[in-house]
């Protein structure tokens, strides 16, 4: 038997070698997860990635290990996973009959991508800042030959323990001797554990994507030999070698299946979808206009209500008003159905071409709401119209468009067109909210009736507020409180969850101004959201057509009573940050806020995004504040990640309603924010000049 393992081993060993002498494939092999989270083998890694934007969901159950993986690769350099370990033999807690529940962060980066001659390499790190159970390190590279892709690596800490090799980093530094795991609250991330350790392990792997069938086919040497396990483990195991399958069920969901330790089964499936691509085809759009070869005559009678019309019906830009300015027509309003802008400004323009007469030359759109200027783009009609009619190519276009903020139009006869204003606007929706791993319940939900309307009194001042009557739920088991060493501005969710089905979730009044091009002011009062009310402003700096902005919200909030009705309890704070935006070309969005809490500590939060051209966005977040560890309590400080989905994605005629989902590791005290329903930075995303260029 051990002839045949290190036979097995050597081959695996030997077609690494021979596949980072081989010339690159062509056509890139689809990359799978793991058993344990990551694109990989079983349960080794590999140095691959994910296609850029893939993000999915991932289950599998190795006894007596269930994961729940939640994934997703906001660059093409980085994959990121959230992740909850389930150990069936080990209590959650005292008398729980739940297993015993880890959350972890796993992370990896690819160092350089494969070429003609050498093989993609990356390293990772499991449980970044978790408990320290699973925590690990690797470097490994992967090489291409042909349908064959074949992976080598080292291992640290948990993909360790065969042992194979000393640490030749512990010949460097006597730190890398020896490494101490947190399995206490978790939470801290101590750079001095990584790749630390008396020895590490070798693991190798190959897999074999077939030609005729969506199956991958997998073998792998295990850098484990389950012999030190956590939480006291020890598992028997017959074979250093795994072995598995992926089948491709659709372009969606893929199948798991295989064999692990050489006695145990293992089964998975996986959730994906790519938000970096375009979705559905919108097969219930309006089609776009056809644009006449010759232009109206000159000073032709226009329909200009019919105009704002299909302006808003056909483009999805509802016009608040139409003014002529000289040789351009101006159209100010808001787009409300295509993501991308240059879509709906082409369809826009189409229309205008085919109505307007000859002495209008440019078009410029104007996107405003609330009486607040955000952007103005202006296309050059000749140019529009070459375009439009095939006579040049669409790329010319794009250099005749401008970006470029000018005076409002004071003279009244100006305008041709003002639309009336609506004041009062409503929705009911059914609406999911739920909670992971607590010691009651691995899932706590609820399915509400949520009903919102907003009233009008001018265009910059309005009156929100939204209810929800719970319909299903099973709070009945939400028992736990979690212990709080600071005031409890959040811990104290149960009660709020269970003492009303009707909760009013918010309701205030709310005023905005512009009173220069790049500032933006907003103040509010009210009940701003479940837990607190109160009155607060906000001011922001966004000049136009710069990758950076600067805000500062300021608010005195009172803590709201459990029935989430009219009244309220004794606790009061003054809450604040001062906030720096930063967005680059590619539409990664650095936030970087500075301020006094909700439970009085003072800190910082850091907020890292991704938004992709399909407008989908994934982002994390992580909050320090002048609470210790300890006194903040299990998880050490507050952290988690979020994502946003546009409808459009998903639907067969544009929309730029979205959908979203917040994590939040634990729910503690300390480094929480107040849940403002409105914030100038996001009321003044059209301001995004790079997002509108892109998409033309």
């Not at 701003?528 to 966004?542: A, N, Q």
Request: a negative charge; one cysteine or more; aromatic letters at 14%.
């Amino acid at each position: 038997m051990m002839r045949l393992q290190s036979l097995i081993l050597r081959t695996l060993t030997a077609m690494a070698a021979a596949g980072w002498l081989a010339v690159a494939a062509a056509e890139p092999l689809q990359q799978t997860q793991t058993a344990v989270g990551g694109v990989g083998l079983i349960e080794m890694p590999s140095a691959r990635m994910a296609p850029d934007g893939e993000f999915g969901v991932h289950l599998s159950q190795i006894a007596p290990y269930s994961r729940y993986v939640v994934y997703g690769q906001p660059l093409p350099w980085l994959e990121v996973l959230f992740k909850y370990t389930d150990i069936a033999n080990r209590e959650y807690g005292a008398g729980s009959s739940q297993g015993y529940k880890d959350k972890s962060v796993d992370v990896k980066a690819r160092l350089w991508e494969e070429s003609y001659y050498w093989p993609e390499v990356s390293v990772g790190i499991r449980d970044v800042g978790g408990t320290g159970l699973f925590s690990s390190e690797y470097l490994v590279a992967s090489k291409q030959w042909g349908r064959w892709d074949v992976s080598l690596g080292l291992g640290w800490g948990y993909l360790a323990s065969r042992g194979d090799f000393p640490n030749p980093l512990a010949q460097l530094s006597d730190s890398y001797k020896t490494r101490e795991t947190d399995t206490g609250q978790g939470g801290t991330i101590d750079p001095t554990t990584f790749f630390a350790g008396e020895r590490m392990s070798l693991f190798a792997g190959v897999s074999y994507h077939m030609a005729d069938w969506p199956v991958v086919l997998k073998l792998e040497y295990d850098a484990n030999d389950y012999q030190h396990e956590p939480k006291g483990n020890v598992f028997k195991q017959d074979l250093p070698f795994n072995v598995g399958a992926v089948y491709a069920l659709n372009k969606g969901v893929d199948l798991h299946a295989g064999y692990a330790r050489g006695n145990e089964l293992m089964l998975g499936i996986t959730f994906h979808t790519n938000v970096a691509q375009d979705g559905m085809a919108k097969l219930l759009d309006a089609q776009p206009e056809a644009v006449q070869l010759d232009y109206p005559p000159e000073k032709q009678p226009v329909d200009w209500p019919q105009v704002a019309h299909k302006l808003c019906d056909e483009a999805g830009f509802c016009a608040e008003s139409i003014q002529l300015r000289g040789d351009t027509l101006q159209v100010d309003g808001k787009q409300n159905t295509y993501i991308a802008k240059a879509k709906g400004l082409g369809r826009a323009s189409r229309i205008l071409t085919n109505r307007v007469g000859s002495e209008v030359e440019r078009f410029s759109f104007v996107e405003t709401e609330r009486n607040l200027t955000f952007n103005q783009v202006t296309i050059d009609r000749k140019t529009f119209h070459k375009v439009a009619t095939l006579e040049t190519e669409p790329d010319t276009l794009a250099d005749k468009v401008s970006y470029a903020m000018t005076t409002p139009v004071e003279e009244t006869e100006a305008v041709v067109y003002q639309a009336k204003p609506s004041r009062l606007s409503y929705s009911l929706e059914p609406k999911f909210s739920g909670s992971f791993g607590g010691p009651d319940g691995f899932l706590l939900y609820q399915l509400r009736a949520a009903g919102a309307a907003t009233y009008k009194f001018t265009g910059s001042n309005w009156l929100s507020g939204s209810i929800g009557i719970g319909l299903i739920d099973n709070y009945d088991l939400f028992e736990y409180e979690a212990p709080s060493n600071l005031p409890r501005v959040r811990t104290e969710v149960r009660d709020y969850l269970k003492t009303s089905r009707v909760r009013i979730d918010n309701l205030q009044f709310n005023s905005v101004g512009q009173p220069g091009r790049d500032w933006f002011v907003m103040g509010y009062a009210g009940y701003l959201e479940s837990m607190f009310g109160g009155i607060g402003g906000e001011v922001l700096y966004r000049p136009y057509g710069r990758s950076w902005a600067l805000g500062l919200d300021v608010n005195h909030v009172k803590k709201r009573d459990y029935d989430q009705r009219f009244d309220f309890l004794d606790y009061e704070v003054n809450t604040g940050h001062l906030t720096a935006y930063y967005r680059t070309q590619n539409q990664v969005e650095v936030k970087l806020s500075a301020g006094q809490y909700l439970a009085k500590d003072k800190g910082v939060t850091l907020d890292l995004s991704r938004t992709f051209k399909s407008g989908a966005t994934m982002g994390v977040w992580a909050t320090k504040t002048d609470v210790s560890a300890e006194e903040f309590g299990e998880g050490s400080f507050d952290k988690g990640f979020y994502f946003s989905f546009p409808l459009d994605i998903f639907w067969f005629k544009s929309t730029t309603n979205n959908f979203g989902f917040r994590w939040q590791f634990l729910t503690r005290d300390g480094g929480q924010k107040l849940g403002r329903q409105y914030s100038l930075y996001d009321l003044t995303e059209d301001r995004n000049i790079e997002w509108i260029k892109q998409s033309f």
